[in-house]
């Protein structure tokens, strides 16, 4: 309630229809929105307001320009709209081009690398084998094994020695026709069926290259020898034939020796083939071709293929390296613009409908960081997969509105998710039906959030946010889509993933639900339900300690919870917070008259002073036992604020007659004849005058419509308590009279409690003490029946 309210008596407030009230409600109205931006300008937080706003406005636009420079499209997609190219360019025929580089693969040769260690074998045989046999006379001296190896007859044996015997030139002749022959044999490949079956059908090379050390020889595909077929005999004999073996009986030796130990002689490479066919694809010069201005580039209904996708890309980048300056910060102007106008308006709601994130600069920067980082997950999830648009552009708003309506209210998350929803639907370039789905999620989750109370509520939540998408996502794929097939199947798609969000939104929620509470400083249902079980350790110990104040704190939660679900504020916080905001009595509970038994009470022993500091001090020592304890900040707020600044009236009081009777012991002590000049005793210099400052709680004053509820709870309880006959008629005076006090004292200042909220507020509690502290019958006792007879 704004300070400069009207302090007008509130017992023609119960009365509807009256007159001077809804003047002064008009007025106020009026009044206020001037008022509270005039306020707000002038605040200190505006300055850190001003600055989050600024940073948010950049960020948010850089994110923005930047999404809308990225394809938001993917392949295999039904396209909602029609795109054509905005200037001619030379586009790169991607089709032609790998066209022309898989031909250069196809004509590059495959490799195969030669087994060195069989021709070495062959050559270091061949080359020994006349040494070997220069004593041989026949041939059953040469070593049986040999015989078989070079398939050595008498004739043959005879034909070598006379070829080579022991003449060391002959014999170098014969190395070098051995060498040549090895040589000859490097150039027929020699191969297995399968090698052979590859090297003679793959490729549109007509040559194959071997590999041979650091020496690489191409060779015509005809020339490469199946090692399984029939005729390597006669192709090795005719190798050795044009080494220079001419006699018949010394090609017999070289070819037995070949075929005795027969395999391929070489294997296929296919490193180095991939190597030099990729090499070959890399000269190939890419092919280009002409789009004019105005081609399509996909249309609407069309299903978009790898082709269009890459001409959608190289249109874009075009666009930005070539178009006219001014069209392109055109553009990103009005793309800033629309981010400008979301957030001013983000902004102007939070000063003027969000009084709880307003007043803490932290929490309007947490609130910024929320709905930038929803921002941003919805940008690069749809970047990284436009496929899944449907739950990256929808999703992060609606957890962050129940984020919102988890740690505020649901006001803040339905006009927050809204806003959020066009400053997406503005950065990913999507339409209205977009923000219906996100309008119809972020209403789905505020509806269901009103209060937390178990993880039920978020099961459920969930279960209907997923639902709600599913739903809304169907009916926007129908009207705004062309209907046929192919989009019934997307369509179905996107629903179940929308669905999916939705569970995922609940189970995320239910999982960090602390941690929300830590970072926005808020207390949740489950939480507060937690608090309100009679077996807390505080409580308890409330009860064992102070019984009658554990008593009074029940039915002021009973009275308040009411009182607070009749202007629409959260009952259950409301009755968390009456229950604790009197531990502080326990430390010294026999100060207190709900836990008097009787008997001499402490404070006629105590001067008003110290009977004040032990009253006072309840709220200080409540706030100990809150910390000591660990209850949430808003818990504390009750425990602090439950008596605001009020004064401590019956204690001022007797301050302001014992000061009296001093003046006046002190003006009878005069000496005779002496009279005072003035008349009050308490106007002479040395006169103790009790200042009512000095008598008045420290505060602060309730800052929520549930502190104040609760003050006021607290106040008509102990005097109700008090009556001697508890009448409708007395209790409801007592109600408007301490309310009436209360606004007159400017004990709801801080609050955003209006007269209208006060009025049924006072109506609440009346009703409710009555039921509690209603009149009893007098019924007559059986002595006083008998001589009511006997009379």
Not at 9 to 36: C, D, K, T, W
Not at 609 to 631: C, P, Q, Y
Request: contains cysteine; neutral net charge.
């Amino acid at each position: 309630m704004a300070k400069d309210r009207s302090r007008t008596s509130i017992f023609s407030l119960g009365r509807r229809g009256a007159g001077p009230s809804r003047r002064v409600n008009l007025r106020f109205q009026e009044n206020s929105l001037f008022e509270r931006t005039y306020e707000l300008a002038q605040s200190p937080r505006a300055v850190w307001g001003v600055g989050i706003l600024v940073l948010f406005i950049v960020l948010g636009s850089l994110l923005t320009i930047w999404t809308r420079e990225r394809p938001l499209v993917a392949v295999g997609r039904l396209m909602n709209e029609t795109r054509l190219v905005r200037l001619t360019m030379s586009t790169e025929d991607k089709a032609q081009t790998e066209a022309s580089r898989e031909a250069a693969r196809q004509r590059t040769p495959r490799t195969y690398r030669a087994v060195e260690t069989y021709f070495d074998e062959v050559a270091a045989s061949l080359e020994s084998l006349p040494r070997a046999l220069a004593t041989t006379a026949t041939i059953q001296d040469v070593d049986p094994r040999l015989r078989e190896h070079f398939g050595l007859t008498e004739a043959s044996l005879a034909a070598l020695k006379n070829e080579v015997g022991t003449d060391p030139e002959r014999e170098s002749r014969w190395a070098t026709r051995v060498r040549a022959f090895v040589d000859l044999l490097r150039s027929r490949p020699l191969l297995d069926e399968q090698s052979f079956q590859r090297a003679t059908t793959e490729g549109l090379s007509p040559t194959i290259r071997l590999s041979i050390g650091p020496v690489e020889q191409d060779v015509l595909r005809a020339d490469v020898i199946n090692v399984e077929s029939e005729r390597v005999g006669d192709v090795i004999n005719a190798i050795a034939r044009d080494a220079g073996f001419t006699a018949g009986p010394i090609r017999q030796i070289v070819t037995a020796r070949v075929l005795s130990s027969l395999r391929p002689t070489y294997v296929f490479d296919e490193a180095q083939t991939t190597a030099d066919q990729n090499a070959a694809a890399a000269e190939v010069t890419p092919k280009y071709r002409i789009n004019p201005e105005g081609q399509p580039i996909f249309r609407r209904g069309d299903v978009l293929t790898a082709a269009a996708l890459d001409l959608h890309v190289a249109e874009m980048r075009h666009f930005r390296q070539s178009a006219a300056p001014w069209r392109i910060w055109l553009r990103w102007s009005s793309l800033s613009a629309a981010v400008v106008a979301v957030a001013v308006a983000l902004a102007g709601y939070t000063a003027l409908f969000a009084p709880r994130i307003r007043r803490n600069p932290a929490r309007v920067a947490g609130a910024a960081a929320l709905l930038l980082g929803a921002m941003a997950a919805a940008c690069f999830g749809s970047v990284a997969d436009p496929a899944i648009m449907t739950l990256t552009a929808i999703c992060p708003t609606v957890f962050a509105a129940v984020i919102l309506a988890v740690s505020y209210d649901q006001r803040v998350a339905l006009a927050f998710g809204a806003l959020h929803g066009v400053l997406v639907c503005v950065a990913l370039g999507q339409g209205i039906g977009t923000f219906a789905t996100i309008i119809t999620g972020v209403g789905t989750a505020v509806w269901n959030l009103r209060e937390i109370r178990g993880r039920h509520d978020l099961f459920r939540a969930g279960i209907n946010i997923g639902l709600a998408l599913a739903l809304a996502t169907a009916l926007v794929g129908f009207i705004d889509r062309p209907i046929n097939d192919h989009v019934l199947r997307e369509t179905v798609v996107d629903a179940m993933f929308a669905a999916a969000g939705g569970l995922v939104i609940g189970g995320v929620t239910l999982f960090i639900l602390p941690a929300i509470e830590r970072w926005f400083d808020v207390v949740t249902g489950m939480t507060l339900i937690e608090l309100r079980d009679s077996k807390h350790p505080l409580l308890r110990e409330l009860l064992q300690r102070a019984p009658g104040t554990y008593n009074h704190s029940l039915t002021v939660a009973s009275i308040a919870e009411a009182a607070a679900d009749a202007v629409g504020a959260n009952g259950l916080l409301t009755y968390v917070g009456a229950l604790y905001h009197d531990v502080g009595k326990m430390n010294k509970p026999e100060y207190f008259v709900e836990n008097q038994r009787g008997g001499v009470n402490k404070h006629d022993k105590l001067t008003p002073a110290m009977s004040l500091l032990v009253i006072v001090g309840h709220v200080k020592d409540g706030m100990e036992l809150a910390r000591e304890f660990g209850l949430p900040r808003q818990i504390q707020h009750f425990i602090e604020s439950h008596h605001g600044t009020t004064l401590v009236e019956y204690f001022f009081q007797r301050a302001q007659q014992r000061a009296l009777e001093q003046a006046r012991v002190s003006a009878a002590g005069r000496p005779a004849g002496e009279e005072s000049e003035v008349d009050d005793p308490l106007a002479t210099d040395n006169a103790y005058v009790p200042d009512e400052f000095e008598y008045r709680y420290p505060g602060p004053r309730p800052r929520s419509r549930e502190a104040a509820i609760v003050m006021l709870a607290d106040a008509v309880e102990s005097t109700a308590r008090s009556l001697a006959e508890p009448t409708p008629a007395r209790i409801e005076t007592v109600v408007r009279t301490l309310a009436n006090r209360r606004l007159m004292d400017g004990q709801f200042d801080e609050c955003d409690m209006t007269l209208k909220d006060l009025a049924k507020i006072t109506e609440s509690l009346a009703k409710s003490v009555t039921a509690f502290y209603h009149g009893r019958v007098m019924y007559k006792s059986t002595a006083d029946l008998a001589r009511q007879r006997a009379s």
